[in-house]
């Protein structure tokens, strides 16, 4: 069994911060890569950012030297710090892993970056 739980959404203005949780109910995190998505009203759920097991990191390039993932395998958590907000960052955020060969996703959680 696997789940993820995405916290920390919410209503910002444009250059404002936020900060995204995800905790994982996972076997072996510290092995696992995990990512965050996002899907804004009416287009395809995207890539924003991913993490390894070595805490490799990898970013989309429209967030590239704004956003910020991070895991702290202790607590099973990753993390994505989103700086600089901009309007077309509103989306539903989604974390992700893999677990026996399937995609597991989180509910998701809604950031609206107004301007």
């Known amino acids: 069994q696997a789940q993820l739980l995405e916290s920390g959404g919410g209503l910002v203005q444009a250059g404002e911060s936020l900060r995204l949780s995800c905790v994982a109910a996972?076997?072996?995190?510290?092995?696992?890569?995990m990512a965050w998505y996002r899907q804004a009203p009416g287009n395809q759920r995207e890539f924003v950012a991913s993490i390894d097991g070595n805490s490799k990191t990898n970013y989309a390039e429209s967030v590239k030297g704004r956003f910020t993932i991070s895991r702290d395998n202790a607590e099973k958590t990753v993390s994505l710090l989103m700086a600089n907000l901009k309007p077309e960052d509103t989306a539903v955020y989604y974390c992700n892993t893999k677990f026996m060969r399937e995609d597991v996703w989180g509910q998701g959680t809604q950031v609206t970056v107004s301007s």
């Open positions: 996972i076997s072996r995190f510290t092995s696992r890569d």
